[in-house]
């Protein structure tokens, strides 16, 4: 299962690579700033059942914007969550990253359901699920991404799409209100 796929957002202005060949792991996660971060974008057909997303863990040089750069986005639930990246002409949710490229991971948000990355591995934050969702994997996924972006970190030349060689984000993120956040989490809270 090694392949590359390239993704475009729903207006096709921002397009993206994304290898599964290499180290990665797909999981749904269920938790609701995943679902925030969607339903602020307006893009909740991306959730799997019972409103979860997608993603291939992976380390950054596996996703590569391809084209559209000028499109890219950046956003913070709170002013100290993950950068969420995205496709600012329409909207269309694209990765997750820490605020700072000293870990090397992107969690890629796959298109519903996820197809060309092989089974999902684990589902996690599955608390706030709407419905029954079996909880499986969850420390294994994320011990071995951890593990995996260790042993990536000391081999890695580039910081991906989303940093520049400085470490810092090639965009500035927007840092959504708390009324933003409120409105945001629906019925997730």
């Given at each position: 299962?090694?392949?590359?796929?390239?993704?475009?957002?729903?207006?096709?202005?921002?397009?993206?690579?994304?290898?599964?060949?290499?180290?990665?792991?797909?999981?749904?996660?269920?938790?609701?700033?995943?679902?925030?971060?969607?339903?602020?974008?307006?893009?909740?057909?991306?959730?799997?059942?019972?409103?979860?997303?997608?993603?291939?863990q992976t380390v950054p040089?596996?996703?590569?914007?391809?084209?559209?750069?000028?499109?890219?986005?950046?956003?913070?639930?709170?002013?100290?969550?993950?950068?969420?990246?995205?496709?600012?002409?329409?909207?269309?949710?694209?990765?997750?990253?820490?605020?700072?490229?000293?870990?090397?991971?992107?969690?890629?948000?796959?298109?519903?359901?996820?197809?060309?990355?092989?089974?999902?591995?684990?589902?996690?934050?599955?608390?706030?699920?709407?419905?029954?969702?079996?909880?499986?994997?969850?420390?294994?996924?994320?011990?071995?991404?951890?593990?995996?972006?260790?042993?990536?970190?000391?081999?890695?030349?580039?910081?991906?799409?989303?940093?520049?060689?400085?470490?810092?984000?090639?965009?500035?993120?927007?840092?959504?209100?708390?009324?933003?956040?409120?409105?945001?989490?629906?019925?997730?809270?």
């Amino acid at each position: 299962m090694q392949s590359t796929q390239h993704i475009s957002c729903s207006c096709h202005a921002m397009t993206w690579s994304l290898s599964n060949s290499a180290p990665g792991r797909h999981v749904v996660c269920y938790c609701a700033d995943c679902q925030s971060f969607a339903r602020h974008l307006g893009h909740t057909e991306i959730f799997a059942p019972h409103n979860g997303t997608h993603i291939w863990q992976t380390v950054p040089e596996a996703l590569q914007i391809t084209g559209g750069l000028e499109h890219l986005r950046a956003l913070r639930l709170s002013p100290k969550g993950l950068m969420r990246w995205y496709a600012g002409c329409c909207g269309t949710p694209i990765a997750n990253t820490l605020a700072k490229p000293t870990v090397p991971f992107v969690g890629a948000i796959l298109p519903a359901p996820g197809d060309g990355f092989g089974p999902v591995k684990g589902h996690v934050n599955t608390a706030i699920t709407r419905g029954a969702v079996k909880e499986r994997g969850l420390h294994a996924a994320g011990g071995t991404i951890l593990l995996r972006a260790v042993g990536a970190l000391l081999r890695q030349k580039t910081r991906g799409s989303f940093f520049d060689e400085a470490g810092q984000p090639v965009r500035d993120p927007q840092v959504l209100t708390v009324a933003e956040r409120t409105a945001a989490r629906g019925a997730t809270a």
